[in-house]
């Protein structure tokens, strides 16, 4: 099918997903590029491809639209204007709980939650969890600071004073990292489950969190002492990696 | 002084400095908000301040221009317009060599850059060198993201061959991260001096450089086997960290 109008029903209706609310609305959103489609392909609903016109793609079992350049420019969210692009379902949520989560206290930058999921995946972790006030999921800048983590890993919306509550039903410790009352992260002993919380840019983990983990953690520093926190959680996480 | 006009020489001055060659040229570049001044004060120099008519600070010791709005927004190049500027000389290179070092070659995200920066102050480290191609050091974004470590470690731009040869003449094992003929970072040795080499967020550190290392280190993954360099680097530098 091809498309060369802005105005066509189908590109007034994936403009809209560039907004939450008609993310939300519709429980479907756009990735971009073609990295980002192959993962995608692994483990979520695609529901059709927008190419632009002339450009090749091996994607040829979907539904597919081919665009002409100015719908794709007004299609694609990025500086560097997509090829090609996909529309997809919404993400579940897990059926099971796993062993080793990160939680993410409202955690704001896009780019933060993006590459904690990302790194989350590459070190065995079962899941990623952000509280009610963190960042959507579903922020263009987000999905792609996963580099398609996103869809292998799952990550989910939960209240996390709840989701503490069941990682102590489930006898898993929770570490939260805190410069108050911690222990060093060196002298963490590595165990086979834990639930790691890591907070705001500026507030970092809020204190009714801190109230109930079991353990703060506090990573060595030499001087300066500030760390962004994706940073901070690449650590702690390498630190507690599934062998 | 007060400037009322977005058509003032000094105005223009400024904005010019929103770009790399304006800067270059007068060798200065402008910083934004309370904290990141408050820490340039301490290393750099601070030629003068800007602040949005109305708004109290504490640097009454520097040359002050209050500004009206218009010509605020206009000189401010974050989304949250500031309240609060500097224009500051570039910052010289360090007169010794140290022990400690990360080497960058050709990282193209002033985020990455700048959050590495901030990693290596926290971690003791004694300096940054950015290779040839890497990002501009001036970048907005950039300097934000360093969160003001940038002035209180040296970071310079120096070609990394010539570099590795420093290293190499003052007996300074040189480490780049790969995946290939790689030691896991867990079994490296911590040691007491060492360069860390991190290379491009697509290609990695380049096979010159690579061939000039004398160790390889990889970071254990569990899956997915992908990871933001600055994380990365995070990771790295933590486990060399200064104690």
């Known amino acids: 099918m091809e498309i060369t109008s802005k105005t066509n029903q189908k590109v007034k209706q994936w403009v809209r997903y560039h907004q939450k609310k008609y993310r939300d609305e519709d429980q479907k959103f756009l990735i971009e590029g073609e990295h980002l489609i192959e993962e995608a392909i692994k483990h979520a609903a695609i529901e059709c491809i927008m190419v632009r016109k002339g450009v090749k793609h091996a994607f040829s079992s979907y539904p597919c639209y081919v665009c002409s350049d100015d719908v794709m420019?007004?299609?694609?969210?990025?500086?560097?204007?997509?090829?090609?692009?996909?529309?997809?379902?919404?993400?579940?949520?897990?059926?099971?709980?796993?062993?080793?989560?990160?939680?993410?206290?409202?955690?704001?930058?896009?780019?933060?939650?993006?590459?904690?999921?990302?790194?989350?995946?590459?070190?065995?972790?079962?899941?990623?969890?952000?509280?009610?006030q963190a960042v959507d999921l579903y922020n263009e800048k987000l999905i792609r600071s996963t580099q398609g983590a996103l869809f292998h890993i799952p990550v989910w919306r939960q209240s996390l004073l709840e989701a503490l509550e069941i990682c102590h039903n489930h006898q898993i410790p929770v570490y939260a990292t805190s410069l108050h009352k911690a222990v060093t992260l060196s002298d963490m002993k590595r165990v086979s489950s834990c639930a790691l919380i890591f907070g705001n840019e500026g507030s970092g983990v809020s204190p009714e969190l801190l109230a109930k983990s079991d353990q703060n953690i506090i990573i060595e520093m030499t001087a300066f002492e500030s760390l962004n926190v994706a940073v901070a959680a690449g650590i702690c996480m390498y630190h507690f990696r599934k062998d």
Not at 77 to 88: E, G, H, N
Not at 115 to 129: K, L, Q
């Open 73 to 132: 420019d007004k299609l694609s969210m990025s500086v560097s204007k997509a090829d090609i692009m996909a529309c997809v379902s919404y993400l579940k949520a897990p059926m099971k709980w796993g062993n080793r989560l990160v939680l993410l206290d409202q955690v704001q930058d896009p780019g933060n939650v993006g590459t904690i999921i990302r790194t989350a995946c590459s070190f065995g972790f079962d899941g990623v969890i952000l509280s009610d």
